[in-house]
């Protein structure tokens, strides 16, 4: 059982590069969302997505787009990096809004 | 809006002592409650949850946490500490229908000494 899948592991990107977070779930889980971790920060939701097709905007969506074509893919575009965008990213996945996520292992990204 | 608080961003103890890791919340009505464990390089991990009837939780890896409504307070609790045990740990708060999404704290990290 895979559960949430993110690649890549690791990534090192140049100012006003664009790259895309890739992660996938084989839950069949509705809801799914993406945090930023940064030291002294805990977790902070960019962007979720509550089924196919239907999107919405966390506590620090700018500079990141998401799209949700199928129930198990949710990636998240960087549209032009910048080092304030280093962070370990987390992909989530759960039944609903309201019942327990399940993580991903995280992106490691650093923004030179 | 809800809102989750852990007042201790660090906390130390010997391993074999006892472990109390706070968490608060805020939230109108009747939440859902969770502690998630994250180890050195890895995602978040379910330790437990609540979600109605007894206020005292049982986990995993011998964690237990009690809801208690007239303190909007959900601690972690764990009798005797193990090394392994050292992680960063989140409470997080939920609700069930309408457009609240999951709330986070900022975690509280757990060094164990020797």
């Known amino acids: 059982n895979a559960g949430v899948t993110q690649t890549p592991k690791f990534q090192v990107l140049k100012t006003g590069q664009s790259m895309t977070l890739q992660c996938a779930q084989d839950?069949?889980?509705?809801?799914m969302s993406w945090y930023r971790q940064d030291p002294g920060m805990g977790l902070r939701l960019i962007h979720y997505s509550v089924g196919a097709g239907i999107t919405d905007q966390g506590e620090v969506p700018n500079g990141y787009n998401v799209s949700r074509s199928t129930t198990e893919d949710f990636p998240l575009r960087l549209l032009s990096a910048a080092p304030s965008q280093t962070s370990v990213y987390f992909c989530?996945?759960?039944?609903?809004?309201?019942?327990?996520?399940?993580f991903g292992q995280g992106t490691r990204l650093t923004v030179v | 809006a809800q809102s989750v608080t852990q007042p201790d961003i660090h906390i130390t103890v010997s391993e074999g002592a006892s472990l109390e890791l706070r968490c608060n919340y805020s939230?109108?009505?009747?939440?859902?409650l969770f502690w998630y464990v994250q180890s050195p390089g890895q995602g978040l991990q379910l330790l437990l949850k609540y979600f109605s009837g007894d206020t005292l939780v049982q986990g995993i890896k011998g964690f237990e946490a009690e809801f208690k409504r007239s303190q909007s307070s959900f601690n972690l609790r764990k009798p005797s500490v193990h090394w392994s045990d050292a992680a960063e740990y989140f409470c997080a708060v939920g609700a069930q229908g309408g457009s609240y999404i999951p709330t986070f704290g900022r975690g509280t990290s757990l060094i164990v000494h020797p």
């Open positions: 939230y109108g009505a009747t939440p859902y």
């Open positions: 839950m069949n889980h509705e809801y």
């Open positions: 989530a996945s759960s039944r609903d809004r309201s019942t327990e996520a399940f």
